[in-house]
């Protein structure tokens, strides 16, 4: 179903950190970009679709009152907002926004950091664009802070913070089938594998809150009203968001699940986990019966590799891209 | 051996196994002192520290503990014979990942989707290959004081049997390396020859053409009697080096060491200034 094309080679390997890699796809320019973290710093490529060029740029992390950041990077996520599309990048000190292309940092938040270090770790990560002009990123403590964006400029103001959570969040999703008669507009997780469901505006609306099992929910999709998790204990879970139904129960993986991702015009449903394996599924919505069907398709498996990021490079799934833990490279897999 | 270190924290099946790992070198080490009761002591007295404060460790805190660690062991290839020889490490460098065997504890067998209805029952099961083929959950291990731990991940490296090994070459111990005797002569002459300038090294150097194991493995020090600290054996074809018995051979390599000890300061000589060998040959005239 799926045959493996030539890798991008990027400047350093991957970290293992949940959700490692970035994509943009620009359709007007024939580029798309990508993102993998490794370490306090974020690589950058900008990839054309010829296969003929690509540039690569780092992006470092960023401390007040410091030249060079040592704060390790939890997290770095393309924002495709209508009016414009942001890169944001999460470390243990602060929220960095850039534009897409890495080219200006936009905006500087820094977290609040206690005077006397605690031996509870503080980091943001979790990103999410919501809706027309929200971005929302996740803290440590649980808490999820809303930044208003402007459609240009850097004005980007810090809206509200939601406090829902109890424990560090590990990864937040929009709604992403593109619909506009969705109600819930963003999913965010938990390590303790909870999930809140929200309704954007200039107050955030808690929906539903979907209590987990002590399973950290590293990854998190939501498409058409279903909420797609993926656990630490190798399973996927789809509930419906409002209500918090379990549709289905996939015992996908034999060890932790690091990366979920949707192709919102096909429905196709990727998983990678640390068992170096990325299975390719498809969902099925039946809105009649309000039922969802799953069917796997496709394994690919990445020898000896403990896989951190995944996702499609577009919105039907015709291609996806890999990184692993000490991989020095994006691995990319086409349809036949 | 900082590879042994990744190793263990790269194929930890769960983050809070980490754990077991720590106990498994706790235990071992509460092995070494065991005559020693006041060490000893101070064993328990850490293992007890370690219990307090990370037992109620949440797990996604244990992985991010696991992700900060393997960001340290990042971009570490470091080949040791020991993995390379027990197929645990690819010649490249990196581990080998199994894809089958027993999944870790408290997780399923992956292979199966289950689908429900709105009032929570279970309305269908469906299977689907998982490109790999694993079985049921290991024990759960032990996180107290005493007892089995299960993982055996952090146990001794150096005893014959890897059962977290999961290939199926048994190489280690009906290795077919069938070295003639006068090879192994000749290679003992090569070794007396590099002596001096030798370092103890745990890196095979598949160039020479033979093996140095500097950690033969329990069972075979058990056969063999003391060997000196500058002579290794072949892991097979095994050839006894035992200078304090053999007092002729002894003096024979304590000539050879003589020898080479002498012949030895002629390149400190050369590696010295040349104005000193001029200055040495103007007085000798």
């Known amino acids: 179903m799926y045959h493996k094309e030539k890798s991008i080679q990027v400047k350093n390997s991957a970290s293992a950190l949940y959700n490692n890699l970035g994509v943009l796809r620009i359709a007007p320019r024939h580029l798309t970009y990508f993102t993998v973290v490794h370490a306090n710093v974020v690589n950058m490529v900008s990839a054309s679709w010829d296969g003929l060029n690509y540039s690569h740029r780092q992006l470092q992390s960023k401390e007040p009152n410091v030249a060079t950041s040592t704060s390790l990077i939890m997290q770095a996520a393309f924002c495709p907002l209508p009016s414009r599309d942001l890169l944001v990048v999460t470390s243990q000190k602060g929220i960095q926004m850039y534009e897409s292309d890495g080219s200006i940092m936009v905006y500087w938040h820094a977290l609040d950091t206690p005077e006397t270090p605690t031996a509870q770790a503080v980091f943001s990560r979790g990103i999410s664009a919501v809706r027309e002009s929200y971005i929302c990123v996740g803290v440590s403590s649980g ?194 | 051996m900082i590879m042994a270190f990744k190793y263990q924290v790269l ?122 083929s694993y079985t049921s959950p290991i024990r759960k291990g032990c996180f107290e004081l005493h007892g089995d731990r299960v993982i055996r991940l952090g146990m001794n490296m150096y005893t014959v049997n890897h059962p977290e090994e999961t290939h199926t070459s048994k190489a280690h111990s009906v290795k077919t390396d069938d070295t003639p005797n006068l090879l192994a002569k000749e290679e003992l002459n090569l070794l007396a020859r590099l002596m001096g300038s030798m370092k103890a090294d745990d890196m095979p150097k598949t160039e020479t053409g033979f093996q140095i194991n500097l950690f033969p493995t329990d069972q075979e020090e058990e056969e063999e009697a003391e060997t000196s600290s500058g002579a290794e054996e072949p892991l097979f074809g095994v050839i006894n080096i035992q200078a304090m018995q053999d007092e002729q051979a002894a003096t024979q390599l304590a000539q050879i060491v003589g020898q080479f000890a002498e012949g030895e300061e002629q390149p400190e000589n050369l590696s010295s200034s040349k104005g000193d060998d001029l200055l040495a040959m103007m007085d000798d005239l």
């Open chain 2, 11 to 132: 194929l930890c099946p769960r983050p809070k196994d980490l754990l077991l790992i720590t106990y498994n070198h706790i235990d071992t080490i509460r092995e070494f002192v065991k005559d020693t009761p006041v060490v000893g002591n101070k064993v328990d007295e850490t293992h007890r520290k370690i219990i307090e404060t990370y037992s109620s460790l949440p797990e996604g805190e244990f992985q991010l503990l696991r992700q900060t660690l393997l960001i340290f062991f990042q971009d570490m290839h470091i080949r040791v014979s020991l993995f390379l020889k027990n197929q645990l490490q690819n010649p490249n460098g990196r581990f080998s990942l199994s894809t089958s065997g027993p999944v870790p504890y408290g997780m399923d067998v992956p292979g199966l989707i289950r689908t429900f209805d709105r009032k929570g029952r279970e309305v269908r099961r469906s299977e689907f290959p998982t490109g790999g």
């Open chain 1, 143 to 336: 808490a999820i802070l809303v930044f208003d964006v402007p459609s240009k400029g850097s004005n980007i103001t810090l809206s509200e913070v939601l406090k829902e959570h109890k424990e560090s969040i590990t990864d937040m999703a929009p709604e992403c089938s593109g619909s506009q008669e969705c109600i819930a507009d963003l999913v965010s997780a938990d390590d303790g594998g909870n999930l809140c469901v929200w309704k954007s505006g200039e107050d955030f609306q808690l929906l539903n809150n979907i209590p987990g099992f002590d399973i950290s929910c590293p990854s998190v999709k939501l498409w058409k009203g279903t909420v797609v998790a993926g656990y630490g204990t190798g399973q996927i879970r789809l509930y419906e968001a409002v209500t918090g139904i379990l549709h289905a129960e996939i015992n996908a993986h034999a060890r932790w699940i690091y990366s979920l991702d949707i192709a919102p015009f096909s429905g196709l449903l990727l998983s990678a986990a640390e068992d170096s394996l990325v299975r390719v599924w498809h969902l099925t919505m039946t809105p009649e019966t309000n039922s969802v069907e799953v069917v796997h398709l496709h394994n690919e498996c990445v020898t000896d590799t403990q896989i951190c990021g995944a996702k499609f490079c577009d919105g039907d799934g015709y291609a996806f891209a890999v990184t692993g833990y000490d991989l020095s490279e994006i691995i990319r897999y086409t349809q036949s």
